[in-house]
């Protein structure tokens, strides 16, 4: 194989490492905030057998609310990998059609399409998890205020 096929291939593999590289941040990301609610759906189940009549239907609120967070976030985890599985099958395909000089170009672009759309999906996903982590903050901070009220 002569040095300028070899650099065409490496340089067309560049843009799909990148983009592996920066879903794979979003991936960690994703995968930290997969534990916080894990973690808090253990201790509010630990509480509610403790609590208080008045509060056990704001913590089983709670639980619910985590819970489905977690689904988000394992549905944008999932989609993300998918993301860089299809990226990850852009750069064999990329290699292939330059080494054996195949014409792949549809396949290419049907796979990195599925890449993008799976990602926006991915971040979909991510964002109503945080708008869910808003409304669950807020129901924490209402029983809080109304333990206080109660005092």
């Given at each position: 194989?002569?040095?300028t ?86 750069t ?11 014409k ?10 599925g ?37």
């Amino acid at each position: 194989m002569e040095t300028t096929h070899l650099v065409t291939i490496l340089q067309a593999s560049i843009a799909p490492f990148v983009l592996i590289s920066g879903i794979g941040l979003l991936l960690l990301s994703m995968t930290n905030r997969i534990a916080r609610p894990t973690d808090i759906i253990r201790r509010l189940l630990v509480e509610l057998g403790t609590a208080k009549e008045s509060d056990k239907q704001s913590l089983l609120t709670q639980i619910t609310l985590l819970r489905k967070r977690c689904a988000l976030l394992r549905t944008s985890i999932a989609l993300s990998i998918l993301a860089i599985v299809c990226v990850g099958g852009v750069t064999l395909l990329l290699y292939a059609s330059l080494l054996l000089s195949i014409k792949l170009h549809i396949l290419i672009q049907i796979l990195f399409g599925g890449s993008l759309v799976s990602l926006i999906a991915s971040l979909l996903f991510l964002l109503q998890d945080i708008r869910i982590t808003l409304r669950s903050l807020d129901l924490e901070i209402d029983r809080h205020k109304n333990a206080l009220k109660s005092q």
